[in-house]
Nanobody, 122 residues
Framework: QVQLVESGGGLVQAGGSLRLSCAASGLTFSRYVMGWFRQAPGKEREFVAYTSRSGGSTYYADSVKGRFTISRDNAKNTVYLQMNSLKPEDTAVYYC???????????????WGQGTQVTVSS
């Protein structure tokens, strides 16, 4: 079965950096658009970024543009999210997701990881 496993979350001070990873198995990774989403307590899950099947095209939410970078390694079946200049408002559970088509809507994604907590202290 399909599994997406996130790692790399943690506690960091404002202005710091973290790198999240998402390892995929059970699917033909290079056929899927990979996205990152986040959900803060009491809020809806929101789009962060996605990368095309080849990694040649990326798209970001305005709130993270210029600070976060999504990338993928199809040889390793892994997608990454490099997060720099972190702010307290970036605190959330971060999820990776896979879909055959590029979209910012979480309900459209077929597969999800279990999430990893990112906490940014002020």
């Amino acid at each position: 079965q399909v599994q997406l496993v996130e790692s790399g979350g943690g506690l960091v001070q404002a202005g710091g950096s973290l790198r999240l990873s998402c390892a995929a198995s059970g699917l033909t990774f290079s056929r899927y658009v990979m996205g990152w989403f986040r959900q803060a307590p009491g809020k809806e899950r929101e789009f962060v970024a996605y990368t095309s099947r080849s990694g040649g095209s990326t798209y970001y939410a305005d709130s993270v543009k210029g600070r976060f970078t999504i990338s993928r390694d199809n040889a390793k079946n892994t997608v990454y999210l490099q997060m720099n200049s972190l702010k307290p408002e970036d605190t959330a559970v971060y999820y990776c997701a896979a879909d055959l088509y590029a979209t910012t809507y979480p309900t459209r994604y077929d597969y999800w990881g279990q999430g990893t907590q990112v906490t940014v202290s002020s």
